[in-house]
Nanobody
């Protein structure tokens, strides 16, 4: 059974940084591409970044390119999202995803 558990969210001031983690279990982590998504209040869930199974290929939403970095450690079955230069508009619940499986999400709030 696929399990995805996000952590690392919190309250941060504009311009600050956070690193999200997604711990995965129940499948062969190193065989699958994965992605981070977010959903702000009153908005649809959107793709933030994706990463190939080896980590050699990544893609980003235009709104986060140059500020966020997606990575993975296949030895630890964990995916990360390093978020720098955070803006209030980055406030959302952040989810990790493997195909049709989603984690429970972690809240990121950017506010002074």
């Amino acid at each position: 059974q696929v399990q995805l558990v996000e952590s690392g969210g919190g309250l941060v001031q504009p311009g600050g940084s956070l690193r999200l983690s997604c711990a995965a279990s129940g499948f062969t982590f190193s065989s699958y591409a994965m992605s981070w998504h977010r959903q702000a209040p009153g908005k649809e869930r959107e793709l933030v970044a994706s990463i190939s199974s080896t980590g050699g290929s990544t893609n980003y939403a235009t709104s986060v390119k140059g500020r966020f970095t997606i990575s993975r450690d296949n030895a630890k079955n964990t995916m990360y999202l390093q978020m720098n230069s955070l803006k209030p508009e980055d406030t959302a619940v952040y989810f990790c995803r493997l195909m049709s499986s989603w984690g429970q999400g972690t809240q990121v709030t950017v506010s002074s």
